[in-house]
């Protein structure tokens, strides 16, 4: 068999066509998976988020899973790929999630967390995930994460291993052929005692012990002729696996190799990190292959192509990004790599420069190439999108370089307020993030001591009542605005 080389579709955030998955047609689909094929891609990971949904589910969550039974098929039958679906250990929607249509709806608004101790409770959750599955279950497997989204204050890895063996049943009566994935995180109890903390009105710290993934583990391995495989993402987890000897169930998974999430959606191109991220790959072990994610997928096609490169062996010297540009849009590869290299040097005036012929480029006949179902076949809308893209860009690194030499950065801010509102309009994610925008800006806001600014701020790191996070963004365009 082919070793497994992945691209997990993350649905978390409810944000605008077509840059949030939640939000993409089965043409849409078709076309994105038409060019991760083309890039060597043969696994599909897609966390549907069945957690928001409520019991009865709405007519647009019975919608979303018709569609995505239609995808699985598809992904199965047109591609060749093998296909999973991810799911929290221990949550539903809550009393509220029927109040939102399914593509809109904010997570933490809308989940509740059920008691692994309870046994009503589990029998009620394995009940509505069984009648939500039924729309999902000719795909090849089930993916329960050992941490967010789910958790439960106090309980312990026991009880995950029983909510593990119960969808483990829930697999083998809807379709025997699938196999359950165990996806080690940060680990059961380990995510619950953060939670306690959080929720107790401390300083919570997650701290990780990897006795959480070994009971886990060390549980699976009493019954090797169940149908079970692990997602494994650190160093930690590897090194379990192989005092364990079951490598030859794995499949590597450097979380954040391409994306990180949550993020402001911009488009990354890191060679370094993508090999340095791959770095950790058991080569020459018996795994079954490697996986990447992304949370906006239609903007990362860089590192989604960086990471197939480095996953089959490649090397930065042999990195072709303009081939592969060239193939996106015919003619248009070398203006798309300096978009990118700007990007990623957070250059200010090549960035405003590549973004002004963006703008030139006529777009009435753009041409399609081998890998534009990458961009929903709309290379408008790309090369639109890294224009707006370089702008915010280069305003942010402006504001930053103003407030870092002395200066209050009230020029500069009206700038990023502009340009971050503009992208902001187009892509409509408005909700919490960390990565390259948070590394760059917070630091410069909290340098300035704006008391608007800063409350807003502090709500990024309330962990004690996530929903505040939902809908942050515009609210901090407003406090920069004043």
């Known amino acids: ?13 409810g944000y605008a066509y077509p840059y949030a998955a939640r939000t993409w047609s089965l043409e849409d689909w078709r076309a994105y998976a038409s060019g991760l094929h083309a890039l060597g891609y043969n696994l599909v990971m897609i966390w549907p988020l069945t957690e928001t949904m409520p019991d009865p589910p709405t007519a647009s969550d019975v919608a979303h899973l018709e569609k995505l039974g239609n995808v699985i098929t598809m992904l199965q039958r047109e591609f060749g790929m093998t296909v999973l679906i991810t799911f929290g250990a221990n949550t539903i929607g809550n009393t509220h999630a029927a109040e939102y249509p399914f593509e809109t709806r904010p997570f933490f608004r809308t989940d509740l967390r059920l008691n692994p101790a309870d046994p009503s409770a589990m029998d009620r959750l394995m009940r509505f995930r069984a009648s939500l599955y039924r729309y999902l279950a000719h795909a090849d497997g089930i993916v329960v994460i050992d941490s967010d989204p789910g958790g439960y204050a106090g309980s312990t890895n026991a009880e995950f291993t029983a909510i593990l063996r119960r969808h483990l049943k829930l697999l083998r009566d809807a379709n025997p052929e699938a196999m359950l994935w165990y996806w080690l995180w940060v680990g059961w109890e380990s995510y619950n005692r953060f939670w306690e903390q959080a929720e107790k009105g401390g300083d919570a710290k997650l701290e990780v012990n990897p006795s959480d993934w070994a009971e886990v583990v060390e549980d699976l391995c009493t019954t090797p002729d169940d149908p079970w495989r692990l997602l494994v993402c650190w160093d930690s987890h590897r090194q379990l696996t192989e005092r364990l000897g079951v490598e030859d169930r794995c499949v590597y998974f450097p979380y954040g190799a ?7 959606p911009l488009t990354n191109c890191d060679p370094a990190g993508v090999e340095k991220a791959l770095s950790g790959y058991p080569w020459g072990r018996p795994y079954l292959g490697c996986m ?16 197939t490169h480095f996953a089959r062996g490649g090397t930065p010297e042999v990195a072709d990004l303009a081939g592969f540009a060239e193939k996106l849009i015919p003619g248009q590869g070398s203006l798309i790599v300096a978009a990118w290299q700007a990007l990623a040097d957070r250059a200010i005036e090549p960035a405003r420069a590549v973004a002004e ?25 790309f090369l639109d999108d890294l224009a707006l893209q370089l702008a915010f860009s280069a305003d942010l690194s402006d504001f930053a370089a103003a407030v870092e030499a002395g200066g209050d950065g009230t020029r500069e801010m009206r700038g990023l307020v502009a340009s ?3 992208w902001t309009e187009r892509t409509r994610f408005v909700d919490a993030y960390g990565g390259p925008v948070m590394d760059r800006l917070h ?8 008391p608007a600014v800063d409350a807003v701020l502090a709500d990024f790191d309330n962990w004690r009542n996530p929903a505040v996070r939902n809908g942050i963004i515009p609210r901090l365009l407003a406090a920069m605005g004043e």
């Open 420 to 422: 971050w509102r503009a």
């Open 443 to 450: 630091p410069a806001l909290r340098t300035l001591r704006s």
């Open 357 to 381: 012929e963006l703008l030139r480029v006529p777009k009435r006949e753009l041409p399609h190439g081998e890998f534009s179902g990458l961009l929903m076949h709309d290379p408008t809308r």
């Open 292 to 307: 990447a994610n992304a949370q906006t997928h239609i903007v990362q096609l860089p590192n989604t192509c960086l990471f």
């Open 258 to 264: 391409v994306e990180g999430e949550p993020t402001v």
């Open 1 to 13: 068999m082919n070793p497994l080389l992945g691209m997990y579709v993350h649905m978390h955030w």
